[in-house]
Each structure stands twice: as structure tokens, then as C-alpha cells.
T-cell receptor, first 113, second 112 residues
Framework: DTEVTQTPKHLVMGMTNKKSLKCEQH?????MYWYKQKAKKPPELMFV???????INESVPSRFSPECPNSSLLNLHLHALQPEDSALYLC????????????FGEGSWLTVV | EDKVVQSPLSLVVHEGDTVTLNCSYE??????LLWYKQEKKAPTFLFML????IEKKSGRLSSILDKKELFSILNITATQTGDSAVYLC????????????FGAGTRLTVKP
């Protein structure tokens, strides 16, 4: 089973709202990722967790706050977002060792109004 | 700075045509290169290439890596309209095992 599940699939939020994106995988992967993808652009890495610890933060604004409660779950907490943050947010997972295949969830389409 | 460069950026063909998509990379500490297909949703995994000269094949798709010349190609034979998608190439960054750098992608359109 190579499945990464993301919820919600679509989210519309105001600039003063607080919301969260959720991601779950049961493949035993110990690396989990958040990517952001704008239209007609490739995915851009935001955060990486290895063994439930944040290992990479690609200079993402603090209005995005990741959380990894356990080895199967990854959250992205959203607060005071801007319209330009509207994008497809992709969660992914992989084994921790280098060069492993990364499996993506179907993404959460976020619109900030 | 490490780069993954794909060409062409877009391609329009007719059903039955064969296409070749290119990916060149300048990753300094190469481990593997991956190909993904992205339609309207998330990227789906196609191939992982680690060794030079060994072709990976899946149905009408195949891919090969040239580590000396630092490039990979993805071939699709007898294209179908369902092959229309963005094809992404990615390579791990050298500074961290768990980062992956994507190229800009090739947008393939297959017309009936």
C-alpha cells in the first residue's frame, strides 16, 4: 500500500483564520515532507521531518507551522495567511535513507481570500 | 548551485507518436534521479534511476540515465491522450539526504 492521505482536499480560508492541513501514511516511512506547488510550477520543498524531528525548514514564513505528532502523522498549521499563499500543498513520505522514492499524497488545494 | 533542467518545457504531439523528454542535472553528490508524472493532482512515481546505462521500462514508458554526461531521458512510445501530463524530473540535494530538487517539468499534450 503506497498511500499518503491528505485532508481536506480543498480549503478556503480568510486571512484571519486558523486552519490545519493533515497528512497520514502507514508505510512505515520515517521521513515526511510538505511541498508547496503554485500553478504551472514544480513542487517546492517547505519542511522535512526525519524520525519525527524537523530536519529542514526552507525559510518558510512563520505563518506556516508544521507538526509531526507521531511517525504516521504530519500537520501543517496555518494562521494569518496571505492570498499569495494560495496553492496546492503536497504531503509526501519516504524512507529516511538517501535517494529513496518519495510518495505524494493527492494534495490540499488552499485558497486564501 | 545544484540544478535540474528539463527540456522541452512543453511538447504537443499526436496519438501514436514517440516522444523523448530530457533531464540534465548538476547535482554535485548524485545518488539517484526520479521521474514523476503529474496530471491534475499529485505527482505519481514513474522511475528511480541510480545506475548508468540500465534502462528501466514500464509498458510504453522507459528511462535511462547517463551519469557521465549527467542526463536522463524518458521515452514514451505509441503515445495516448492519457499520457498528457506534466513530467517532472527530480534529484536529491547534496546537503541533505531528504531534500529533492524538481526540474520545471515538461508539459506533454497528446492530441487525438
Amino acid at each position: 500500500d503506497t498511500e499518503v492521505t491528505q485532508t481536506p482536499k480543498h480549503l478556503v480560508m480568510g486571512m484571519t483564520n486558523k486552519k490545519s492541513l493533515k497528512c497520514e501514511q502507514h508505510m512505515g516511512h520515517r521521513a515526511m515532507y510538505w511541498y508547496k506547488q503554485k500553478a504551472k510550477k514544480p513542487p517546492e520543498l517547505m519542511f522535512v521531518y526525519s524520525y519525527e524531528k524537523l530536519s529542514i525548514n526552507e525559510s518558510v514564513p512563520s505563518r506556516f507551522s508544521p507538526e509531526c505528532p507521531n511517525s504516521s502523522l504530519l500537520n501543517l498549521h496555518l494562521h494569518a495567511l496571505q492570498p499569495e499563499d494560495s496553492a496546492l500543498y503536497l504531503c509526501a513520505s519516504s524512507q529516511v535513507n538517501s535517494g529513496n522514492t518519495i510518495y505524494f499524497g493527492e494534495g490540499s488545494w488552499l485558497t486564501v481570500v | 548551485e545544484d540544478k535540474v533542467v528539463q527540456s522541452p518545457l512543453s511538447l504537443v504531439v499526436h496519438e501514436g507518436d514517440t516522444v523523448t523528454l530530457n533531464c540534465s542535472y548538476e547535482v554535485t553528490n548524485f545518488r539517484s534521479l526520479l521521474w514523476y508524472k503529474q496530471e491534475k493532482k499529485a505527482p505519481t512515481f514513474l522511475f528511480m534511476l541510480t545506475s548508468s546505462g540500465i534502462e528501466k521500462k514500464s509498458g510504453r514508458l522507459s528511462s535511462i540515465l547517463d551519469k557521465k554526461e549527467l542526463f536522463s531521458i524518458l521515452n514514451i512510445t505509441a503515445t495516448q491522450t492519457g499520457d498528457s501530463a506534466v513530467y517532472l524530473c527530480a534529484g536529491p540535494a547534496p546537503y541533505n539526504n531528504n531534500d529533492m530538487r524538481f526540474g520545471a517539468g515538461t508539459r506533454l499534450t497528446v492530441k487525438p
